[in-house]
């Protein structure tokens, strides 16, 4: 199997080794063919994600709060989640919402594609912003403990700026909003 990459060389697949398969992630070893030389690449296949911006009609954002053990740490976070198999991203956007806010939203725009980290992961995100919200109540899962808190959008800014949200898939989704914004109508 030859994969063309824009730009770069041409890489033969040679092998592919699935070395590990979880809940949510499978690694795969591949032996790849370059220019240069054989070589291993280790690959975290991941079936994507969506990233939700919930605004309320006060200009607030909804976001989220919860603990990650990759950080060891709480997390300020916009709502998100993984896509089920067949799941195409707008549905999961306004189920994830309502799982881990208790919101529904009556209006979904895609805000923006991006790759979580594509040295090593095929995890893709979708961001969304969400309006037209109406409230119901959370449906966690089993491992989900979350707090939904409310932000004025002019004071996001300032919890960036003083690196209270570090999650990176956050910090993405409110850069595309912020470019995005004057651009869409929400």
Avoid: W
């Amino acid at each position: 199997m030859l994969h063309v990459i824009p730009g770069n060389p041409v890489f033969e697949t040679l092998s592919e080794k699935i070395v590990f398969k979880g809940r949510l992630i499978t690694v795969v070893l591949k032996k790849l063919r370059g220019r240069k030389g054989v070589f291993n690449a280790e690959l975290v296949v991941h079936p994507g994600a969506v990233v939700i911006l919930p605004l309320k009609e006060n200009r607030k954002i909804v976001f989220v709060k919860q603990y990650r053990h990759g950080a060891e740490e709480e997390l300020l976070e916009l709502p998100a989640g993984t896509l089920e198999e067949g799941e195409n991203p707008e549905e999961c956007a306004l189920r994830e919402l309502e799982e881990e806010t208790g919101y529904k939203a009556s209006k979904i725009k895609l805000l923006g594609i991006h790759y979580a980290s594509p040295g090593y992961s095929t995890e893709i995100f979708y961001s969304f912003v969400a309006s037209g919200l109406r409230k119901g109540s959370q449906k966690l899962e089993i491992d989900e403990e979350i707090n939904v808190v409310e932000y004025d959008i002019k004071d996001v800014f300032k919890l960036v700026k003083d690196n209270v949200i570090k999650d990176s898939k956050t910090l993405a989704t409110l850069a595309l909003y912020m470019i995005k914004r004057d651009m869409m109508s929400f």
